[in-house]
């Protein structure tokens, strides 16, 4: 597990579509992730290939890390990696004193909402999408969002 450089960053974005199954995300990956919340953006890489991903950054609203992105690359799923990059990120949030991680996904991202809630992530929500609890709007207008909320131990008590 290695911090994400912007060579990385640049592979990532070169070869979004090997990490995602749409062009839905690609703007959402601002090299900001990199060089002002670089300290939690992690890659893991095999023969220097960027295999999975994971840009967070610590809230400023409450003490809760916020997990932007997590992907891996096709062909190297269902190997715990994605499990991996959240447990190396809980373990930066801890020593920064959070008490908590979260994250969102859209309802429709089924590979996603199986991830989270099989790492022990619970669902808030006002409403149910595609049978899921979700925050309607929270995106923007007509946007909704499945927001996943877990409480870590910060190891302060
Ligand atoms: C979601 C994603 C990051 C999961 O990565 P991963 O490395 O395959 O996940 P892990 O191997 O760590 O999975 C841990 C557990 O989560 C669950 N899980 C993960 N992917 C799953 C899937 N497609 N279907 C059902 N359960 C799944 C399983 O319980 C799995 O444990 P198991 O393999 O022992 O059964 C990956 O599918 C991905 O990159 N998807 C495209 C990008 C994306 O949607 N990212 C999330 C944005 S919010």
């Given at each position: 597990m290695d911090l994400c450089?912007?060579?990385d960053f640049d592979q990532i974005i070169t070869e979004h579509s090997e990490f995602w199954d749409d062009?839905?995300?690609f703007p959402l990956h601002h090299s900001m992730f990199i060089f002002e919340f670089g300290d939690s953006a992690f890659v893991v890489r095999e023969g220097g290939k960027v295999i999975a991903y994971l840009l967070g950054f610590l809230s400023q609203v409450e003490r809760v890390g916020y997990v932007h992105?997590?992907?891996v690359r096709e062909g190297?799923?269902?190997r715990g990696l994605a499990n991996d990059l959240y447990e190396?990120?809980?373990d930066h949030c801890r020593q920064q004193g959070c008490t908590?991680?979260?994250a969102t996904a859209a309802p429709d991202n089924e590979k996603s909402i199986r991830?989270?809630?099989a790492i022990g992530m619970t669902m808030d929500g006002d409403c149910t999408v595609n049978g899921v609890p979700a925050?309607?709007?929270y995106a923007r207008p007509g946007v909704d969002r499945v927001v996943f909320r877990m409480a870590i131990d910060c190891g302060d008590g």
């Open positions: 450089t912007k060579a062009d839905r995300t992105m997590v992907a190297f799923r269902r190396h990120f809980i908590g991680i979260k991830f989270h809630t925050v309607r709007g």
